[in-house]
């Protein structure tokens, strides 16, 4: 079935660095995929998409790319500060198939 | 304007007991999903609603667990006899039309089962 494999489960940065996470799904027909930020305590809350007829995205600190041969996109954070520290997931699906897969989650500690 | 709302926010509740939660969508989303999310684990999806078609059941994980949607808009998941491995924070969210449309989670509720 679809599946979604995200790494690394956790990761630490330092203030001021970058910090990517990595994403390969199995369906070749998937063509959006969303990422998710979730704090402690609250819902998953989306901070930027892409669909397959791009191949990279960016909105200020924060980048995805997609590699649509490989079935691989990435999550790319520069100048990491204390409050981007969340969990992050990304997530897969089709278009007009109506559920997304999620990754497993990657818990992001920036450190001041 | 108001987002998701879900209640109630923690539930604690005996093994074997029924529990209903409860799902407010944005109002004029036509999509709502709920999800499954283990501690320290993905999100897993249960069900989807989407205006008047059947609801896609395919993610829910046994006979225990059923939702309905009055009205096209409130949700209410309900899990019979309750088993400890229930235990989770059940999402729900709701989008414009489709998951490729932006989903809006609301804080879930956090599911106890002793």
């Known amino acids: 079935g679809e599946n979604v494999e995200q790494h690394p489960s956790t990761l630490s940065v330092q203030e001021g660095d970058s910090a990517v996470i990595k994403c390969t799904y199995s369906?070749?027909?998937?063509?959006?995929f969303p990422w998710y930020k979730q704090e402690l305590g609250k819902g998953p809350q989306l901070i930027i998409d892409?669909?397959?007829?791009?191949g990279e995205k960016k909105d200020q600190r924060i980048a995805v790319t997609l590699n649509k041969t490989a079935k691989h996109f990435s999550l790319h954070i520069t100048e990491t500060q204390p409050e981007d520290s969340a969990v992050y997931f990304c997530?897969?699906?089709?278009?007009?198939?109506?559920?997304?897969?999620f990754g497993t989650g990657t818990r992001l500690q920036v450190f001041p | 304007g108001a987002g998701v709302s879900q209640s109630p926010s923690n539930k604690v509740t005996e093994k074997g007991k029924d529990v209903e939660l409860r799902c407010d969508p944005i109002?004029?989303?036509?999509?709502l999903y709920w999800y499954r999310q283990s501690l320290g684990q993905g999100l897993e999806f249960l069900i989807y609603?989407?205006?008047?078609?059947?609801?896609?059941k395919s993610g829910l994980p046994s006979d225990r667990f059923s939702a309905e949607r009055t009205g096209g808009s409130v949700s209410t998941l309900t899990i019979q006899r309750t088993q400890q491995e229930d235990s989770a924070v059940y999402l729900c969210?709701?989008?414009?039309?489709?998951?490729?449309?932006?989903?809006?989670f609301g804080p879930g509720t956090r599911l106890t089962v002793l």
């Open positions: 969210a709701s989008s414009l039309s489709s998951s490729t449309d932006t989903q809006y």
């Open positions: 369906d070749s027909a998937s063509n959006y």
């Open positions: 892409i669909r397959s007829n791009v």
């Open positions: 997530a897969a699906s089709r278009i007009n198939t109506d559920k997304l897969i």
């Open positions: 109002s004029g989303h036509t999509a």
């Open positions: 609603f989407q205006g008047n078609s059947a609801p896609d």
